[in-house]
């Protein structure tokens, strides 16, 4: 009789163990920290976090230009320009999502109807097919952010955020300092070997306006008449636009000058500060930032 109780006693002790951890499992899914639970994330989780509460036009470009939204994240890769080099980078890496800043098929909206039979393509998209790779464009949704998110990277990187005012949010008043001096700070923070520019290296410059990336000749040229920069610091010009108003104006004796960094380089900060943005959201997972660089030469 003694053993059979015993026995039974032993049968609900195991049982009422098996019960209370399954309980202690069920509450650990529930509260999250259920270990898959934690450390698993999707790239629409990753989107939604980075656009909410941002509102964009229906027309965004915005939009995955490779693999699905469910794919569950292995890392994250952020870069201004998706190249094959940098997704051979992020494969190396074990990461399985790239947030790109500007295209990643050659044109605007990445349409690719056009491109069906090119070699260039078709090798750029097996790429990432055959390695489950995600490419999301993050053009319209971080020059939203309040501040750009693009443009306070850069403030960062040029040791300028503590200049920023949100009432003119595209200009920033500076310590005085000659073109010239400009010119090398702009080239050693942002790591630009060369760039073109229009003016007097002895000029003096407070009031700078900081236009990353290619805002268009109207865009540019309305802040060079309305804010009355000493000087513009941009990504790129249209050739008969920008810098050709720079030199009319310079004849008629305004001292403005015109400092050009290229496309990527000059938004190249901004992926970087996303980076930093997006790790705290989600430390279990590698973030990378990779800059995909300048393709040209100078002879």
Known sequence: MTDKNNLFSRRKFVGNTLALVGAGSMMNTAYGFNDSAATSVTVQQIIDTVTKGITVGAGTVDTLKAGKADTVVTGIVTTMFATVEVIRKAIDLK??????????????TDDVNWLQRDEVYRFKRDLLEQNNIAVWRLHDYIHSFRPDGVLTGVLQALGWEKYYDPSEPRMV???????????????????????RFIGDRNQVCERIAVFPGASGGRGQIGALSALKPDVMICGEVAEWETSEYIRDAQAMGRKQSLVVLGHARSEQPGMRWLKEWLQPKYPDLKITHIPSGSPFAFA
Do not use: C, M, Q, R
Not at 175 to 189: F, N
């Open 95 to 108: 990461s399985n999502f790239i947030i790109a800043h500007e295209p990643t098929f050659y044109n605007h």
């Open 173 to 195: 008043k500076v310590p005085p300092l000659k073109l010239g001096e400009l010119i090398s700070l702009v080239k050693e923070k942002l790591s630009i070997e060369t760039l």
